[in-house]
């Protein structure tokens, strides 16, 4: 499908069925769906017409709004500006918060894997120069970029053979950082669990990126996945950027609070 193909009155009638449904979940992605994609990632907001239709939407009846991204928390609250009632999920599923504060949602088996985590890795990396552990909503990271490669490689070794008798592990490697989590953390996972907590009869998921096709892929029937810009996608509708995300929502709004 390219986004000459859009079916703008058959999108419609879905939005129109969605604002129909008892309870309504509404999950964004941020980045390229609600704020243009900017060179400096600080500096991303929301468009006006999004958060006004945010706010619109959260003031209807039977209706969650919560925002979705793989931005961390503190960064995720820092450009959306944390608006009243949105739930914000940031780390790809791993921080929630809500109107009592920011939670990691971890489970008691994972909390005791992620503690013994926390051990094996800071006595793996004691005796390294120049490298330390970083605690992370999910896990650990163990930072080597100021220590010499072969310090760096060194305590990456011992970093990975100290961990292998835990469970379950998700390892990431980037540049200088290596990063173990106790749990992998998807949208899709995120979007099953919110489905499940607020009793939503209906979802709206709209995401732009790749990380977006497992959010895409967990909804079903009454639901409405919106892919935003051009790429493959599993969505089944799409539009075009931001500022049509934003007439979207408004249309949404609208419905929603004829009902
Ligand atoms: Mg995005």
Redesign the pocket.
Known sequence: MTTDAIDTAALDRALERLAATERLLIAL?????LSP?VPRPEEARALPEADEALQALVAAPDTTVVLV??RSMASLEHVSGSPAHVLLVGSHGAEVKDDDGVHVELDDDERGRREALHRALESAVADHDGVWVEGKPAGFAVHTRRASDEAASAARAAARSAVEGIDGLTEREGKGVLEFAVKATSKGDSLRTLRESTGATGVLFA???V??EDGFAVLGEGDLGLK?GPGETAAAYRVDDPAAVAGLLARLAALRAAR
């Open positions: 992605d941020f980045d390229g769906t994609i991204s793989g995401g732009d990126d990380t977006d935003v």
